[in-house]
């Protein structure tokens, strides 16, 4: 890994302005959950002050009309999406009333699916489609799952660097598909090594026993509230979260060689009947349960840790833009939301993930055989249950490799990255970052989740007071953080803009909503 790493590294300086490598584009996506006073997740509607879930860009809801996602646009360094992101949640804090936003990826106390609201987007056609779809996730897997919190990362390589990058490589591919094959492969390395992002990064290594509601579980009773795994990282990425193994059950895995062939393996599982799916019917009486009783509703029902993306043009299916205009950017999906810090993601995550970006697309990156999809599904397992267990063996390409000496190899591996970002920055702050990471794998009680189980001993707390105290803590920061009232007015104006277009859409013509459907499955 070092030296492919070092070799592109080098011809790329001698071919271009390798400054252009520390020109990507960064993007965040955070989840937060409405928390009322009781301690419960909040019953209330997504609360019109801020604006309309369907058609703002920066302030929607997630899978729940509890459960907000903030969303900045692209920005040309991770400080800046940080700040953006700042800016919504202390907007946000100025327009709840007597409720606050959870601190962490696990949610608080639950009453069971029927107390979990399903995020609503009003009579438009797109809107009805928008609830459905989630009403359909909650026959197949329950609700509660779904307001489990996370932190999306997205980015993308400054586009001015790909035709050199292409020389270098000697490819005679056209750039759109040097870009593709250069994407694919880095998405296949984010697989291989992902593991890593749950150990470094993970924090939820608790959940309130509310979770399971009497259902059984193999974690262990961390107090009278609270279960836990003893060397868990992050039980949001094992198995009582979404991950890939729940849907190996009904033949789908989608296949990473290429781009096309992940978009048409993604296509196919949402126009193929699932006996599973069938059970439940797509409608009951007027009333629908699902979209369809395919394998995937849509697209986006298949879980990844990390995505190929491209911008849709209106309702367009995601695996058709793909096909259409290929990887516009990459977005990572396995960090938890950071309990000690209230955006959820700090300037330091931000540039050790930048680096771990480049380092994916600069390594190696064969392609993926079945024994390594299922060694790459186990190790993601292993760690998100077991990651600070001593001595914990994982797997790669059939030799079991201690999980310690692995990640040594694959951040030391990074460090030429780093040292090329600090050259063009100016400073350590990415070797600085690799480096905290380093200790972490020397000294596993360092990790967040090891940090909030000794926390909670230490206070004699549960998972719920922890994440409660934290969550006030965040509050405070939010309320407090200065935000000039020429940006309350932006904020305030987009909101409200946000509103007119949803009801300027519900105010046209709609065909029937059976034929919108239809016609949007129909899109080839």
Request: hydrophobic share 40%.
């Amino acid at each position: 890994m070092l030296n492919s790493v070092q070799g592109r590294l080098a011809r790329l300086a001698n071919e271009t302005d390798i400054r252009l490598l520390h020109d990507g584009r960064f993007g965040l996506e955070k989840e937060s959950l409405r928390v009322s006073t009781a301690g419960g997740i909040a019953l209330t509607p997504h609360p019109t002050a801020l604006g309309s879930a369907l058609t703002h860009t920066d302030i929607t809801t997630d899978y729940s009309e509890s459960l907000i996602e903030f969303i900045t646009p692209p920005f040309p360094r991770v400080g800046d999406a940080l700040e953006y992101l700042a800016d919504l949640q202390a907007f946000v804090y100025r327009r709840l009333d007597n409720e606050i936003l959870w601190s962490t990826s696990m949610p608080c106390v639950l009453s069971g699916d029927q107390n979990i609201p399903v995020a609503a987007y009003g009579d438009s056609n797109a809107g009805r489609m928008k609830h459905l779809y989630r009403v359909g996730l909650g026959y197949r897997y329950g609700r509660v799952m779904q307001v489990i919190a996370g932190v999306h990362f997205n980015w993308s390589l400054a586009e001015d660097l790909w035709p050199a990058l292409r020389r270098i490589e000697g490819r005679v591919f056209g750039l759109r598909d040097f870009r593709d094959r250069c994407y694919m492969g880095q998405i296949r390395n984010l697989q291989r090594f992902g593991w890593l992002i749950p150990y470094l990064f993970g924090a939820s290594p608790a959940v309130c026993k509310s979770f399971f509601l009497g259902q059984a579980t193999n974690l262990a009773s961390f107090d009278e509230t609270t279960y836990y795994g003893p060397h868990a990282t992050s039980l949001r990425m094992g198995d009582i979260g979404y991950q890939n193994s729940r849907e190996e059950g009904l033949g789908i895995k989608a296949c990473y060689d290429d781009v096309r062939c992940y978009a048409d393996s993604l296509l196919r599982a949402t126009m193929t009947p699932a006996a599973a799916w069938e059970a439940i019917g797509v409608r009951d009486g007027d009333d629908y349960r699902q979209l369809s009783n395919n394998i995937l509703q849509i697209e986006n029902e298949y879980y990844s840790t990390v995505r190929p993306k491209q911008v849709l043009q209106g309702l367009e299916k995601s695996s058709l833009a793909l096909k259409k205009r290929g990887i516009r950017y990459i977005e990572l999906r396995s960090l938890d939301v950071n309990a000690y810090h209230p955006l959820g993601l700090d300037e330091t995550q931000g540039r050790f993930l930048e680096a771990f970006l480049l380092f994916c697309l600069l390594a190696e990156s064969p392609l993926i055989d079945q024994r390594e999809r299922r060694e790459i599904d186990r190790n993601l397992l292993d760690v998100a249950h077991r990651g600070r267990e001593p001595r914990l063996m994982l797997q790669h390409r059939g030799v079991r490799i201690p999980m310690h000496a692995w990640s040594l190899e694959i951040l030391e591996s990074m460090l030429p990255v780093c040292e090329m970002l600090d050259a063009i920055e100016g400073g350590a702050w990415f070797e600085d970052a690799v480096d905290e990471q380093i200790t972490k794998v020397r000294a596993p009680d360092l990790t967040p989740s090891a940090k909030m189980l000794a926390e909670m001993r230490d206070k004699g707390e549960g998972f719920y007071q922890f994440a409660r105290r934290l969550s006030h803590q965040h509050q405070r920061y939010f309320v407090e953080r200065e935000l000039s009232p020429q940006r309350m007015a932006e904020l305030d104006a987009k909101a409200a803009e946000s509103l007119i277009a949803q009801e300027r859409l519900e105010a046209e013509p709609r065909k029937d909503f059976d034929r919108f459907l239809a016609d949007y499955f129909a899109q080839t």
